[in-house]
């Protein structure tokens, strides 16, 4: 069973604009990751954002967390063609941290 | 490139079947998990491998087995396949409570 939702389901955007992702989960965290997919091939690390923290930024990412509504946001600003992937939330669980669980993703799309 | 390589790339077996996937992990990391992701899905953990033992494992039948090796490579071995089991086979190799996975690229495989 999957942790976490991610929303839009699916998002297309302009070349330039931002592009906002959301994901949520359900049970205590120790932390949660967003992983990139090319093409339905391996996935990329992206960002890792502890329990106690939460925001964090990477280049153009944006990450926030709120664990109060167990929730996280993915921003990525001035979007490029290249951004077009699709993008997943994973959570490390308090109770089972040996295993990522993830959500069912985002596929962006980014226009020219 | 996460240094992870799995092989094959690609797997077409009839339903029935048994199939060995493969994977080699990034230098040094001495723990290696293995996903399914269906299409259009979150990937899904199967098992984690320690040191040559099982570590944890998802809600995936018996007939989802694995083997981790002394130089930390890894099999994953599916018995009397059935079409549900076709999917993209992730493998992720990691030093013991990182929180970061790094993934290969993945074998697809089909089971008509």
């Known amino acids: 069973s999957q942790q976490g939702e991610e929303d839009p389901q699916a998002l297309s955007i302009q070349e330039g604009e931002n592009a906002t992702m959301n994901c949520s989960y359900k049970?205590?965290?120790?932390?949660l990751q967003w992983y990139r997919q090319n093409s339905g091939r391996g996935l990329v690390h992206l960002i890792l954002?502890?329990?106690?923290?939460r925001e964090k930024h990477s280049g153009r990412l944006r990450v926030t967390l709120d664990t109060s509504k167990k929730s996280s946001s993915l921003l990525i600003t001035a979007s490029r063609a290249a951004d077009t992937a699709s993008y997943f939330c994973a959570t490390d669980r308090v109770d089972s941290s040996y295993k990522l669980i993830f959500g069912s993703g985002t596929r962006l799309l980014v226009r020219p | 490139e996460t240094g992870v390589t799995q092989s094959p790339t690609h797997l077409i077996k009839t339903r029935g079947q048994q199939v060995t996937l493969r994977c080699s992990s990034q230098?040094?990391?001495?723990?290696v998990s293995w996903y399914q992701q269906a299409l259009g899905q979150g990937p899904q953990f199967i098992f984690q491998y320690y040191r040559e033992e099982e570590n944890g494992r998802g809600n995936f039948p018996p007939r989802f087995s694995g083997l981790q090796f002394p130089n930390y490579s890894s099999e994953l071995n599916v018995n009397a396949l059935e079409l549900d089991d076709s999917a993209l086979y992730l493998c992720?190799?990691?030093?013991?409570?990182?929180?970061?996975?790094?993934f290969g690229p993945g074998t697809r495989l089909l089971v008509l």
């Open positions: 230098s040094g990391h001495n723990t």
């Open positions: 954002i502890r329990s106690n923290e």
């Open positions: 992720a190799s990691s030093f013991r409570d990182q929180e970061t996975q790094y």
């Open positions: 049970t205590s965290i120790n932390n």
